[in-house]
T-cell receptor, first 116, second 119 residues
Framework: AQTVTQSQPEMSVQEAETVTLSCTYD???????LFWYKQPPSRQMILVIR??????QNATENRFSVNFQKAAKSFSLKISDSQLGDTAMYFC?????????????FGAGTRLFVKA | EAGVAQSPRYKIIEKRQSVAFWCNPI?????LYWYQQILGQGPKLLIQ????????DSQLPKDRFSAERLKGVDSTLKIQPAKLEDSAVYLC?????????????????FGPGTRLTVT
């Protein structure tokens, strides 16, 4: 069975600095997708960045980038130039095709505080 | 483009009562998901629909939870009877599962959730 582990329950970073959130997963599949989602306090979950497992190039979206290490089954998120609005829960998610649909597994989340 | 809509936003019920949640996905999204998110945890998938058919309900407690998606659009999730451990946020998400702007799109778009408190 697939598992997703986020080993950092909480992190904090000073505004304008860089922070990296860790995620590891366990799977025997070769075709899958990885995502980072952001859930601000009392607000809905939004997609931050996605990575297809077949792509070697790491995904980037403005200040957000990932370090995808397929062999190590690691998918970390780097936030550059942190802003106060980045304060949120961040969830790593693994998704694979299964039985006509997609199976999605979320990690337990990392709570990130950006300090002024 | 309107996002995923959910109602109600908050619900407080006593144990053994019934409750229903409603979700309206993004127009054109064939796939709809219901998740349960207990405080301090990541979302756990309860059920996934592809159009109006169920593709995965392996983690749905079928003795008390039921869900339907009539006509492949709106969906309702029902709990009957509720237990204390059902207190959670119930999230609905939808995905296109197809081409969007020339790219394959599988990412899920989430609604604001319904916070259920069972007393």
């Amino acid at each position: 069975a697939q598992t997703v582990t986020q080993s950092q329950p909480e992190m904090s970073v000073q505004e304008a600095e860089t922070v990296t959130l860790s995620c590891t997963y366990d799977t025997s599949e070769n075709n899958y997708y990885l995502f980072w989602y952001k859930q601000p306090p009392s607000r809905q979950m939004i997609l931050v960045i996605r990575q297809e497992a077949y792509k070697q190039q790491n995904a980037t979206e403005n200040r957000f980038s990932v370090n995808f290490q397929k062999a190590a089954k690691s998918f970390s998120l780097k936030i550059s130039d942190s802003q106060l609005g980045d304060t949120a829960m961040y969830f790593c998610a693994f998704m694979k095709p299964e039985a006509g649909g997609f199976k999605t597994i979320f990690g337990a989340g990392t709570r990130l505080f950006v300090k002024a | 483009e309107a996002g995923v809509a959910q109602s109600p936003r908050y619900k407080i019920i006593e144990k053994r009562q019934s409750v229903a949640f409603w979700c309206n996905p993004i127009s054109g999204h064939a796939t709809l998901y219901w998740y349960q998110q207990i405080l301090g945890q990541g979302p756990k998938l309860l059920i996934q629909f592809q159009n109006n058919g169920v593709v995965d309900d392996s983690q749905l407690p079928k003795d008390r939870f039921s869900a339907e998606r009539l006509k492949g659009v709106d969906s309702t999730l029902k709990i009957q009877p509720a237990k204390l451990e059902d207190s959670a946020v119930y999230l609905c998400a939808s995905s296109l599962r197809g081409l969007a702007g020339g790219k394959l799109s599988y990412e899920q778009y989430f609604g604001p959730g319904t916070r259920l408190t069972v007393t």
